[in-house]
């Protein structure tokens, strides 16, 4: 394994961090679940604002499953609060 390979899996928190591999920073977040290539997911970095594929992991996956889950839960919030709002 290559070293960036080894530093994308090292983090002690359950987010992925999958490295830039144009200027190296660990800010990149997840922007499709699919890449030009079904194996592949397409992130993007904060620091040099460029999207990047990133072969798919357990833990890549994890960050997308989290990600959904906390939009479903705000969609959900939202519209109970305007349900309330409309009462």
């Given at each position: 394994?290559?070293?960036?390979?080894?530093?994308?899996?090292?983090?002690?928190?359950?987010?992925a961090?999958?490295?830039?591999?144009?200027?190296?920073a660990?800010?990149?977040?997840?922007?499709?679940?699919?890449?030009?290539?079904?194996?592949?997911?397409?992130?993007?970095?904060?620091?040099?604002?460029?999207?990047?594929?990133?072969?798919?992991?357990?833990?890549?996956?994890?960050?997308?499953?989290?990600?959904?889950?906390?939009?479903?839960?705000?969609?959900?919030?939202?519209?109970?609060?305007?349900?309330?709002?409309?009462s």
């Amino acid at each position: 394994m290559t070293q960036a390979h080894d530093s994308a899996h090292s983090t002690d928190d359950s987010r992925a961090q999958a490295p830039c591999p144009y200027c190296g920073a660990t800010e990149t977040e997840p922007l499709s679940l699919f890449g030009q290539q079904l194996l592949t997911v397409q992130m993007y970095c904060q620091r040099c604002h460029t999207p990047f594929e990133y072969v798919k992991d357990d833990a890549i996956l994890a960050v997308f499953e989290a990600r959904q889950a906390r939009e479903a839960d705000e969609a959900h919030e939202a519209g109970a609060a305007r349900k309330g709002d409309q009462s």
